[in-house]
């Protein structure tokens, strides 16, 4: 399997993306904009491990989803699976 940071270089724009520290295991894709996608399910388990659920939310929209840092900062999805929605094209 291809490492993380090889998938970064070889999809965004070398020098620009911007990663959030400690959630690489977060990281789910790169948009057509070359930031990095984020599932927020997956930061929150993340965030978890060291604070309380409420604190982990919190700590989410003001410190990580709040953080605006130009151009090429990261995008923060919420994804239909862990939200219990099955694919449908009706």
Same mark, same amino acid.
């Given at each position: 399997?291809?490492?993380?940071?090889? #998938?970064?270089?070889?999809?965004?724009?070398? /020098?620009?993306?911007?990663?959030?520290? /400690? $959630?690489?295991?977060?990281?789910? /894709?790169?948009? +057509? /904009?070359?930031?990095?996608?984020? @599932?927020?399910? &997956?930061? $929150? &388990?993340?965030?978890? +491990? @060291?604070?309380?659920?409420?604190?982990?939310?919190?700590? #989410?929209?003001? +410190?990580?989803?709040?953080?605006?840092?130009?151009? %090429?900062?990261?995008? #923060?999805?919420?994804?239909? &699976?862990?939200?219990? %929605?099955?694919?449908?094209? +009706?």
């Amino acid at each position: 399997m291809k490492k993380l940071q090889e #998938f970064i270089d070889t999809y965004s724009e070398p /020098g620009h993306t911007i990663k959030a520290d /400690g $959630l690489d295991s977060a990281i789910i /894709g790169i948009d +057509n /904009g070359h930031r990095i996608v984020y @599932d927020i399910h &997956k930061i $929150l &388990k993340i965030l978890k +491990n @060291d604070m309380t659920e409420e604190e982990a939310i919190e700590h #989410f929209y003001y +410190n990580i989803a709040g953080a605006y840092v130009g151009e %090429y900062t990261p995008v #923060f999805i919420w994804t239909y &699976k862990e939200l219990g %929605y099955e694919p449908s094209i +009706n």
